[in-house]
Nanobody, 124 residues
Framework: QSQLVESGGGLVQPGGSLRLSCKAS????????IGWFRQAPGKDREQIAC????????YHADSVKGRFTISRDSAENTVYLQMNSLKPEDTAVYYC?????????????????WGQGTQVTVSS
């Protein structure tokens, strides 16, 4: 059984930082493109960052560009989302997803695996 698990969320004050982790077990993450999504209450799900299976190409949504960075570590079978300069509007549940067809920024429903989500709350 394959698993994809997010961690690293929590409560942080505006301007603070968090690093989210997306760790795979039961499969090798190097063979999957990865996307990070978030969904805030009352808002549509938003894909905020993606990375190819090789890690050579990345995408960051305008809403997070310059503040968030996606990266991957093959040795740890993990993809990270470094979040800096956090704002209250970043409050959401954050999900990672893995695509075995190697697409950059596939649609939510096209991904093969999804994590359970990790809550990020930015508040003073």
């Amino acid at each position: 059984q394959s698993q994809l698990v997010e961690s690293g969320g929590g409560l942080v004050q505006p301007g603070g930082s968090l690093r989210l982790s997306c760790k795979a077990s039961g499969f090798t993450m190097d063979y999957y493109a990865i996307g990070w999504f978030r969904q805030a209450p009352g808002k549509d799900r938003e894909q905020i960052a993606c990375v190819t299976s090789t890690g050579t190409t990345t995408y960051h949504a305008d809403s997070v560009k310059g503040r968030f960075t996606i990266s991957r570590d093959s040795a740890e079978n993990t993809v990270y989302l470094q979040m800096n300069s956090l704002k209250p509007e970043d409050t959401a549940v954050y999900y990672c997803a893995a695509d075995g067809l190697f697409r950059l920024c596939a649609r939510w429903e096209e991904y093969d695996y999804w994590g359970q989500g990790t809550q990020v709350t930015v508040s003073s």
